[in-house]
């Protein structure tokens, strides 16, 4: 998903500030459009105590998903108010748009959007605790300065701790926010550290801190049993025989509307355990109505998008210049047909969520990357007012993007209020493999043409991708191409076009959505491009990037071609690119993307056996998010997540459907990493001086394609389709 | 079937069907909730626990066979000094990203240095192989495990 990275200019940020509950100085920041602070609601982006024992407690507005944000926002106000790190407690915060904005985890977002706000908060209450330090010594508070916690007075000697001072801070006028002055970070003490995750503790004790594990009292068990092709109806069900397995406690038959990230029709099983649901769910009969996409299959995709390849395409995405007459009139024309198949996000922790319906409240426990917006989901399908839902978020066991979208949350509202009882819904693999929101596949005709010397004048993809409500008028969720992505902007004869198969299957982002698909064939078709020219795969993308500039303006996706040779530079010093000598069957390969503001360049460095086996050997990973990485530790955790992440994808995953259904149920047949297959990833950030930009997504996107490239080098055979297929690499 | 379970250290009372999977005694009727549900079929990791000091996939042990075994889970593990240094060892290392996976591991790395006390890369691979950690925290995980084993960190 996309959000803006910048605050709109409509909205101006806010102080407040003053006596905190029990005590001490209370800090609230955030957005407002009002023109008043006073009289605007107050969406807090930051939320801060300081006690009279001298604690800070901080609460974190977003969800925590393994992305580190429950950490990192908290350590930027840690570092401008100057308090030790081991006296910040971190709380969730409640989920309340009109209190503390919209509140997400999702596209990268959030340190691109609170760096610079949280440092003010910080800031800010740093500049209080002096003015009651100066005033209450009768100094000027240009003498004074402060050290973890403590204001000092250098001259008298004299000091004071926050905790004492916190009190008479809160009754001191708020300061103007633009006016406080910020650290210079060559003197941060906390950001830029390697600061571990605040619930690490928790975590390696096994305490409940995931939605699978929220108990709340009178609570019973269930699952949901949908239709196996997406978007069928219930016809009728077994019900009196599920009833009467043990355990089981009500058997409902629960009706959908027609939105696939809605409530659908299923059939609910309520028990007295989990197990016990899910084993009555074994008697469990249903007669569904399958609807139009039970027609639907991989192998139909794959044939219409043959076909539609042969044809024009019919939706424009960007033309520069005129691709078709510079083919015609190029020395080499390459072609090539790549595609990748459709992928589940497979989170560990099943989809999941507790919730209690009342005749006149509705509370929930949920994982969800998209609190808000399941609140309304909620509201609007159970027909009672958003100020009577409540939301509480809890941590979860990963999100990938899954859990932007909230059916699990609509189901859980539905049942208990079938139920008629606090309901914990918890879905088993299979459920959460066949009900997914999945990476679309795609199919991508590409033809480039070089002119006698080598270089790219031309570059045409048809592509063939999915359209939305089973329809061929607009690309699916995470379908689509922007038109931006490179050699866009490169060359002067640029064509990017659609043609769209129809499609019933829910689709949705999955970390670096598009540009985890999009890499893969650009960025190897790149590679086919060099070597057809005869050139090193590393020159020909320089040349392609020209001189550093800034292409694009900040409404068009920008592309900074200097940054992007600044960490391919990076890279290739790391890796020894085309220096280090390797033994026979291994070889190197590279990749850049951009993508969520960062700049990313990869070498894989792999061998391949006379079998076809692939091993990869080390990847090494140059990025630029900007001049400051806020947690050194979370940020190298992030790039090597999604740099196996995306070895993951390219390796072994794919989901396949027959008849309207997805095929795999588990992890034997959709593969996720594991640990002998997990190579050493060393990180190198490049600072560059611009503003700081996330970290959960732009590493992942390069690792696939530089993987491809790699195995080109060694064995000549160029990888064209994902997940990789071992028996087209055999040798013998 | 009533039977008494030795679980970290205490003897608990439960009463339920001899097929329920051990995951599910832990988690709903004892509240033990530090072994997860990942996969339900042994295929992940997620919910190791340890009978008798060997790591077991608890959704797939039928309540049935464990008898008067004794069962560890991530709860009671620190009791033990393996235990223990591994778990400072995922700490000083930040090694969880989502963190749901970790319990798991943690569970399967003290198996392995209780019988490989300085494993190589190898007897690290073959051990945790059976763990899947969907953030792909492995190269942390494989450091914490050679620390806490004293082995050095390649």
């Not at chain 1, 944000?69 to 106000?77: F, G, H, Q």
């Not at chain 1, 590393?538 to 500039?549: I, S």
């Given at each position: 998903m996309n959000a803006p990275a910048n605050i709109a200019p409509s909205r101006r940020l806010f102080l407040k500030t003053g006596l905190a509950l029990g005590g001490g100085l209370f800090i609230g920041a955030g957005l407002t459009d009002a023109a008043s602070a006073d009289d605007a609601p107050a969406a807090l982006s930051a939320y801060v105590r300081i006690a009279p024992d001298g604690i800070v407690t901080i609460a974190s507005r977003n969800p925590e998903?393994?992305?580190?944000?429950?950490?990192?926002?908290?350590?930027?106000?840690?570092?401008?108010?100057?308090?030790?790190?081991?006296?910040?407690?971190?709380?969730?915060?409640?989920?309340?748009?009109?209190?503390?904005?919209?509140?997400?985890?999702?596209?990268?977002?959030?340190?691109?959007?609170?760096?610079?706000?949280?440092?003010?908060?910080?800031?800010?209450?740093?500049?209080?605790?002096?003015?009651?330090?100066?005033?209450?010594?009768?100094?000027?508070?240009?003498?004074?300065?402060?050290?973890?916690?403590?204001?000092?007075?250098?001259?008298?000697?004299?000091?004071?701790?926050?905790?004492?001072?916190?009190?008479?801070?809160?009754?001191?006028?708020?300061?103007?926010?633009?006016?406080?002055?910020?650290?210079?970070?060559?003197?941060?003490?906390?950001?830029?550290?390697?600061?571990?995750?605040?619930?690490?503790?928790?975590?390696?004790?096994?305490?409940?801190?995931?939605?699978?594990?929220?108990?709340v009292p009178g609570m019973v068990y269930a699952v949901f049993e949908k239709c196996p092709v997406f978007g069928g109806k219930v016809v009728s069900a077994n019900v009196d025989e599920v009833k009467a397995q043990r355990g089981v406690k009500g058997v409902y038959i629960i009706k959908g509307g027609p939105a696939l990230d809605g409530l659908l029709d299923g059939v609910a099983i309520v028990a007295d355990s989990w197990w016990r649901a899910d084993k009555a769910r074994k008697s469990l009969k249903v007669v569904w109505d399958e609807g139009p996409t039970a027609a639907q299959s991989s192998k139909g995709f794959a044939e219409q998008a043959a076909a539609l390849s042969k044809q024009p395409a019919t939706l424009p995405v960007r033309k520069d210049g005129d691709a078709k007459a510079a083919l015609a009139n190029a020395a080499h024309v390459i072609e090539a047909e790549y595609s990748y198949p459709f992928i589940a996000h497979a989170p560990l922790e099943p989809q999941n969520c507790t919730a209690d319906v009342r005749s006149d409240k509705v509370e929930i426990w949920a994982p969800t990357q998209m609190p808000a917006p399941g609140l309304s989901l909620v509201a609007k399908t159970l027909g009672v007012p958003e100020a009577n839902?409540?939301?509480?978020?809890?941590?979860?066991?990963?999100?990938?993007?899954?859990?932007?979208?909230?059916?699990?949350?609509?189901?859980?509202?539905?049942?208990?209020?079938?139920?008629?009882?606090?309901?914990?819904?918890?879905?088993?693999?299979?459920?959460?493999?066949?009900?997914?929101?999945?990476?679309?596949?795609?199919?991508?005709?590409?033809?480039?043409?070089?002119?006698?010397?080598?270089?790219?004048?031309?570059?045409h993809d048809h592509f063939v991708s999915f359209g939305a409500n089973n329809e061929a008028v607009k690309f699916v969720s995470s379908g689509g191409m922007t038109g931006t992505e490179f050699p866009s902007r490169v060359v002067d004869n640029y064509l990017i076009e659609a043609s769209l198969i129809p499609c019933g299957i829910p689709t949705g982002a999955l970390r670096a959505p598009q540009?985890?698909?999009?890499?893969?064939?650009?960025?190897?078709?790149?590679?086919?491009?060099?070597?057809?020219?005869?050139?090193?795969?590393?020159?020909?993308?320089?040349?392609?990037?020209?001189?550093?500039?800034?292409?694009?303006?900040?409404?068009?996706?920008?592309?900074?071609?200097?940054?992007?040779?600044?960490?391919?530079?990076?890279?290739?010093?790391?890796?020894?690119?085309?220096?280090a000598k390797l033994p026979v069957g291994t070889g190197m390969g590279v990749a850049f993307y951009y993508s969520h503001r960062g700049y990313f360049a990869e070498v894989v460095q792999a061998s391949v056996a006379a079998s076809?086996?692939?091993?990869?050997?080390?990847?090494?990973?140059?990025?630029?998010?900007?001049?400051?990485?806020?947690?050194?530790?979370?940020a190298e955790n992030q790039v090597q997540g999604a740099v196996l992440d995306g070895l993951a994808e390219a390796l072994g995953q794919e989901i396949t459907f027959a008849n309207g259904r997805a095929q795999e149920s588990n992890f034997d047949r959709f593969r996720l990493l594991r640990m002998p297959q997990a190579c050493p990833v060393e990180v190198h950030f490049l600072r560059s001086d611009n503003p700081t930009t996330g970290l959960g997504e732009p590493a992942l996107p390069p690792?696939?394609?530089?993987?491809?490239?790699?195995?080109?080098?060694?064995?000549?055979?160029?990888?064209?389709?994902?997940?990789?297929?071992?028996?087209?690499?055999?040798?013998? | 079937m009533a039977m008494k379970l030795n679980v970290n250290g205490s003897v608990r009372d439960v009463d339920v069907e001899p097929d329920m999977p051990l995951l599910w005694v832990l988690r709903d009727e004892l509240n033990i909730k530090g072994p997860k549900l990942g996969c339900g079929v042994g295929l992940c990791g997620a919910c190791t626990v340890h009978i008798d000091g060997v790591a077991r996939r608890s959704c797939m042990t039928p309540i049935s066979t464990v008898g008067a075994a004794k069962i560890t889970t991530i709860e009671g593990v620190g009791d033990s000094v393996i235990g223990k240094r591994l778990q400072k060892a995922w700490i000083d290392h930040d090694v969880a990203?989502?963190?749901?996976?970790?319990?798991?591991?943690?569970?399967?790395?003290?198996?392995?240095?209780?019988?490989?006390?300085?494993?190589?890369?190898?007897?690290?691979?073959?051990?945790?192989a059976g763990n899947i950690c969907r953030c792909a925290t492995y190269n942390r995980i494989r450091a914490a495990i050679k620390d806490a084993a004293g082995v050095a960190v390649a």
């Open positions: 998903i393994g992305q580190g944000i429950k950490t990192s926002l908290p350590m930027l106000i840690a570092e401008e108010l100057d308090v030790d790190w081991k006296d910040v407690r971190i709380e969730q915060a409640r989920v309340d748009t009109k209190v503390f904005g919209f509140q997400y985890a999702g596209g990268s977002t959030a340190m691109a959007q609170n760096y610079d706000h949280m440092r003010q908060v910080g800031a800010a209450g740093r500049a209080m605790l002096i003015a009651a330090a100066a005033a209450k010594w009768g100094v000027p508070a240009s003498e004074c300065s402060t050290a973890a916690g403590v204001v000092l007075h250098k001259a008298s000697g004299k000091r004071a701790s926050y905790g004492t001072l916190a009190t008479a801070a809160a009754a001191l006028p708020t300061p103007d926010f633009a006016a406080v002055a910020l650290k210079d970070p060559k003197t941060f003490k906390i950001v830029g550290q390697r600061v571990g995750g605040i619930d690490n503790a928790s975590i390696v004790t096994g305490k409940p801190l995931y939605g699978i594990d929220v108990v839902v409540t939301v509480h978020m809890v941590r979860c066991g990963g999100g990938f993007g899954r859990r932007l979208l909230n059916d699990y949350m609509v189901e859980a509202a539905a049942i208990s209020k079938a139920a008629g009882a606090p309901v914990k819904l918890l879905w088993n693999r299979a459920d959460d493999m066949h009900h997914d929101f999945y990476r679309p596949g795609g199919f991508h005709y590409l033809k480039g043409g070089l002119d006698a010397s080598g270089k790219l004048v031309a570059f540009s985890n698909a999009l890499s893969f064939v650009l960025q190897s078709f790149i590679d086919e491009l060099a070597h057809a020219g005869g050139k090193d795969p590393v020159e020909f993308r320089r040349q392609l990037l020209g001189a550093p500039r800034v292409l694009g303006t900040p409404q068009t996706d920008p592309f900074d071609t200097g940054r992007m040779h600044g960490v391919l530079d990076l890279v290739v010093e790391k890796s020894g690119w085309g220096e076809g086996a692939i091993k990869v050997d080390k990847v090494w990973v140059a990025g630029d998010i900007g001049r400051q990485i806020v947690n050194m530790s979370g690792v696939a394609p530089a993987l491809c490239n790699a195995i080109f080098a060694v064995t000549g055979k160029r990888v064209r389709r994902l997940p990789i297929d071992v028996a087209q690499l055999k040798s013998v | 990203q989502c963190g749901y996976c970790q319990a798991g591991q943690i569970m399967s790395a003290t198996a392995l240095l209780q019988t490989h006390p300085k494993p190589t890369d190898a007897e690290i691979d073959g051990a945790m």
